[in-house]
Structure formats: C-alpha cells, structure tokens
C-alpha cells in the first residue's frame, strides 16, 4: 500500500499536468479566446442600445446557433460528401435556406419563424416577446454557445437563446417538456428501426453506393434542413421583430445564407467530431436514413404544436437509440457485445449530458436576466424542497 508521501507525490504530479494541460490549451486557442472576449466587451458596449444591440446578438446568434446545431441537420450531409468541392454543398443548403424563409416570410406576414415566436404563455400573451430593450447577457448568450461549440457540446441553442427571452417559467416549462418527448421519441425510433434494419445494412450496404443514393441523400438532406429551418429559425430571429420589413428580411437572410458558407468552408468545424464518431455516417446510404428519420420527426412534432422545441435533444436521442440498436444486432462474443454496449452507453449519457450542461447554462442565464423568472424558478424549488421534507 503507498505511503502517505506517494499519495501527495501522485496529487501534486497530477495536479501539475492538469495545470499543463490548462496553458495548452490557452496557447492552442489563443485566438479563439481574443475573438470571444472581443465579443463579449463589444456585447457590454452596445447592449445599451437596442436598434444596434439587436442586429449585432442576431449576428452572433445566427452563425453560433447554425454552426453548433449542424451537426444534427447537415453534419451527416457534410460527413458523407467530403469528397465534393465546399461551395457546392453550400450553394445547394443555402438556396434551400433562402427558398424556405423567403416562403414563410410571404405566408405569415412578415414572419420568419414559421409561427413559433407566437406561441403564448397560459394567459394568452406571447411566451417570447420582443424586449424593448436589451440585458447584457441576452446578447453575449450566442458567445457563451460558441464556446460551448468549441468545447464539441452539443448543447441546445432553443434551451441557451430563447430562455432569456422568456416572460415566465411556464413558457421554458412547454418547451423542456416539448424537447424531452421528443427525445424519447427519438431515442425509441432510432433504437426499433436500427434494431430492425442493422443486418440488412451489413449484408447490403457494401462496395460504392448506387447513384441514386447520391439523389436520395441530397434530396432527403434538403428536406431535413428546410423543415429544421422552420423549426428552429426562431433560435435566431429572437432578437428581431416580430415581423421583418424588406429591408430587415434582406439582412436577416443574407447573414445567415454567408454564415453558411463559413460552416461550409470549416467543414462543420470540431463539432463535426460529434457526428464523424458515430458509425458508419460517411456511408452516405447511412446517413440518408438517418436524416430521413429525424426528418420525420420533426415534421410531426412541426405539426402538432408551434410551441419552440429543441432539435438538438431530438437528434441526440435519434443517434443514441441507432448507437444502441447497433450493438445490440452485431454477432460478437458475449463479453464483447457487453463491452459493445456499455460503450455505446456511456457515448450516450456523454452527449446527453453535454445537452443537459446547455439547459443548465440556458435557466442559469434566464434566471440572472429576468427577476420574474428568477422567482418564479426559485418558488418552484420551494415547494419541492417542502414536499421533499414533508414526506
């Protein structure tokens, strides 16, 4: 048994390497650190003034909130086509994009978000109103989510954007109990249908795909991102008006059709880790059902309610439950499957509990910005603790 000396040793050495590990990882990001604390002492600037400080949190909310969650819209589409030139994928993305906000600013008058920052609260009034002026971390929300992007979280831009917005409890409550439905859902789905299919896939999904998978994967991609795009638009346009005049939806769309073409250029940037990790998702055969499967879902529950829910909770529950599915089909030793599984597990419970981090970071900044919220999360907390000691 070591000495209590060895037990400092072995402290003090790992502590050591912790504080190593710490400066390289200042060093490696340097630069990333200088941009987000530029952006954060322009966001304490200008938070003041709204008619500024509501274009330049769009700003970051648009490239941040796209660029953490295409992993769950274009990450297979990228993963599963890297052999094609940047600008084509973008082009052919970004004219989905701009033909699916184009539609739905006509249609609804103005409105981009396809009804979901419409949504009202129990009294009938609007669960996500256009504040007439701005607090400071409502608009450095969007550089808290691209750290967290950086850091490979998968973390719900809904949860962390639109939380500061909201008037009440209740308004966060729908969308948590709207976003964790939909995650059973899809953790159910991916687990049956990849349960289901997983020898088929092994037996058949050999050799160079056909070439209609090529026109299937790129069809089903262009449907998942425009239904997304209906989906969750509000996640960006939470900073403007409610209604968007032409000029205002000329730069609404512009920004957001360019910030697309960075994520292109990036290739997805080091989220895209999330996705490339998973099995076989450059297979383009693979990742066509994959979309086409969370396509689905989020058509139905597009249909169901215009309550805003969170996607990213719908596509880790969906690649989780396939994750799973998986492994419980392979033909391996008893010991092996066990080892299998258990890693799948704990890739699972590492994702969700990246998005789980978001949601607390998303009620943390509710809470500092709005003292309504703030209390009405704190009662909550009360009756629970009373209920608790009651019993």
Same mark, same amino acid.
């Given at each position: 048994?070591?000495?209590?000396?060895?037990?400092?040793?072995?402290?003090?050495?790992?502590?050591?390497?912790?504080?190593?590990?710490f400066?390289?990882?200042?060093?490696e990001?340097?630069k990333?650190?200088i941009?987000?604390?530029?952006?954060?002492l322009?966001?304490?600037?200008?938070?003041?003034?709204?008619?500024?400080a509501?274009?330049?949190?769009?700003?970051?909310?648009?490239?941040?909130?796209?660029?953490?969650?295409?992993?769950?819209?274009?990450?297979?589409f990228?993963a599963?086509?890297t052999?094609?030139?940047?600008?084509?994928?973008?082009?052919?993305?970004?004219?989905i994009?701009?033909?699916?906000?184009?539609?739905?600013?006509?249609?609804?008058?103005?409105d981009v978000?396809y009804g979901r920052?419409?949504a009202?609260?129990?009294?009938g009034?609007?669960?996500?109103?256009?504040?007439?002026s701005?607090?400071?971390?409502?608009?450095?929300?969007?550089?808290?989510?691209?750290?967290?992007?950086?850091?490979?979280?998968p973390?719900?831009?809904?949860?962390?954007?639109?939380?500061?917005?909201?008037?009440?409890?209740?308004?966060? *409550?729908?969308v948590?109990?709207?976003?964790?439905? +939909?995650?059973l =859902?899809?953790? @159910?789905?991916?687990? $049956? #249908? /990849?349960?289901?299919?997983?020898?088929?896939?092994?037996?058949?999904f050999? *050799?160079?795909?056909?070439q209609?998978?090529?026109? +299937?994967?790129? =069809?089903?991609s @262009?449907?998942?991102? $425009? #239904? /997304?795009?209906?989906?969750?638009?509000?996640?960006?346009?939470i900073?403007?008006?409610?209604?968007l005049?032409?000029?205002?939806?000329?730069?609404?769309?512009s920004?957001?059709f360019?910030g697309?073409?960075?994520?292109f250029?990036?290739?997805?940037?080091?989220?895209q880790?999330?996705?490339?990790?998973k099995s076989?998702?450059?297979?383009?055969?693979?990742?066509t059902?994959?979309?086409?499967?969370?396509?689905?879902?989020?058509?139905?529950?597009?249909?169901?309610?215009?309550?805003p829910?969170s996607?990213t909770?719908?596509?880790?529950?969906?690649?989780?439950g396939?994750?799973?599915?998986?492994?419980?089909?392979e033909?391996?030793?008893s010991?092996?499957?066990?080892?299998?599984?258990?890693q799948a597990l704990?890739m699972?419970?590492?994702?969700?509990?990246?998005?789980?981090?978001?949601?607390?970071?998303?009620?943390i900044?509710?809470?500092?910005?709005?003292?309504?919220?703030?209390?009405?999360?704190?009662?909550?907390f009360?009756?629970?603790?009373?209920?608790?000691?009651?019993?």
């Open positions: 048994m070591p000495n209590t000396q060895d037990k400092k040793d072995s402290s003090s050495s790992g502590f050591t390497e912790l504080i190593y590990q400066f390289d990882l200042v060093k990001e340097r990333f650190i941009l987000t604390s530029m952006l954060f322009i966001a304490g600037i200008i938070y003041p003034y709204p008619a500024v509501m274009w330049f949190g769009f700003l970051l909310a648009a490239y941040s909130a796209v660029s953490n969650d295409s992993i769950q819209t274009i990450g297979t990228i599963s086509n052999d094609r030139k940047w600008y084509v994928l973008w082009l052919y993305i970004g004219g994009f701009l033909l699916t906000v184009i539609i739905g600013w006509i249609i609804n008058n103005g978000t920052l419409q009202t609260d129990d009294e009034n609007l669960a996500f109103p256009q504040p007439d701005f607090a400071f971390l409502q608009i450095a929300a969007p550089v808290f989510l691209l750290i967290l992007t950086r850091l490979r979280m973390v719900s831009t809904t949860f962390l954007l639109l939380s500061g917005f909201a008037v009440s409890s209740g308004a966060v *409550g729908s948590i109990t709207k976003s964790l439905s +939909a995650y =859902l899809a953790f @159910g789905l991916g687990l $049956s #249908v /990849w349960f289901l299919i997983t020898k088929l896939t092994t037996r058949y050999t *050799g160079k795909p056909a209609w998978w090529v026109v +299937a994967q790129w =069809l089903t @262009g449907t998942l991102w $425009s #239904v /997304w795009i209906m989906q969750d638009a509000a996640n960006i346009a900073y403007l008006p409610r209604k005049d032409v000029l205002q939806f000329i730069g609404f769309a920004i957001v360019f697309l073409g960075l994520i250029f990036l290739r997805g940037d080091k989220i880790q999330i996705v490339n990790e076989e998702v450059k297979d383009i055969r693979s990742a059902i994959i979309d086409f499967v969370y396509a689905m879902i989020l058509v139905y529950k597009l249909t169901i309610s215009v309550i829910m996607t909770w719908v596509f880790i529950g969906l690649l989780g396939r994750e799973l599915g998986i492994r419980l089909r033909k391996n030793s010991a092996e499957k066990k080892s299998r599984i258990r704990i699972i419970g590492k994702d969700l509990g990246r998005a789980t981090v978001g949601l607390l970071v998303s009620v900044i509710a809470m500092s910005i709005n003292s309504d919220f703030r209390d009405q999360i704190l009662q909550i009360e009756q629970l603790a009373s209920k608790f000691i009651d019993s």
